[in-house]
């Protein structure tokens, strides 16, 4: 099977469960911000010098596979995509990003002042995940607004995820990531 299915010739991408909607569409953009950050997230652990944020941005990267699942489903069906075992994006998994934010704060990681990237690789990788996903969070909240998204959990997982971003990047560029 070939990964060149010209399906997508006429314009049109499909959705799950066989939708298919113009590849300008606010859901699409959104998935594809997504998909844009976890390319990202991948570059920064690729550049990660210790094991736990290398670990931490893995577990975030599959998480997010999970957001673009969702954000990938109409509102019609979301029952079938739970009922077929896919995760949704909960409380919990956001609750996870705090404790990280948490546990990193207690790093004593300077807050003074703008950041400017490019200290070290690694926190030039970050800050650059950090601004996609900021633009992530906000096709999301266009989905949102248009009442084309029910879960609003996925909008603080988003923001939460930037906060985690941005406190990664200051710790890599004090040496300790």
């Known amino acids: 099977m070939s990964i060149a299915t010209k ?3 006429d314009g049109t991408t499909g959705l799950m469960y066989g939708r298919r909607v113009p590849k300008n569409h606010p859901r699409v953009e959104a998935c594809g911000t997504l998909d844009e950050l976890n390319a990202a997230l991948g570059m920064a ?3 990660a010098t210790d094991q736990p944020t290398g670990g ?3 577990w975030i990267q599959k998480r997010l596979v999970d957001v673009m ?4 489903v109409l509102a019609e069906d ?3 995509y739970v009922k077929d075992g896919h995760a949704l994006v909960t409380p919990e998994l956001t609750a996870k990003l705090d404790a990280l934010v948490k546990d990193l704060e207690l790093q ?3 807050f003074q002042g703008w950041a400017t ?3 070290t690789p690694q926190s030039a990788a970050l800050d650059l995940a950090r601004t996609i996903c900021r633009r992530a969070e906000r096709r999301v909240y266009d989905l949102q607004a248009a009442g084309e998204l029910a879960n609003g959990e996925i909008l603080i997982f988003l923001n939460r995820l930037s906060d985690v971003l941005w406190l990664f990047a200051r710790r890599a560029e004090a040496g300790r990531g």
């Open 108 to 110: 004593d990681i300077s």
């Open 45 to 47: 652990r690729a550049t």
């Open 117 to 119: 990237p490019g200290a």
């Open 56 to 58: 931490n941005l893995l």
């Open 78 to 80: 979301l029952p079938r």
């Open 7 to 9: 399906t997508g010739d």
């Open 69 to 72: 699942g969702e954000v990938g």
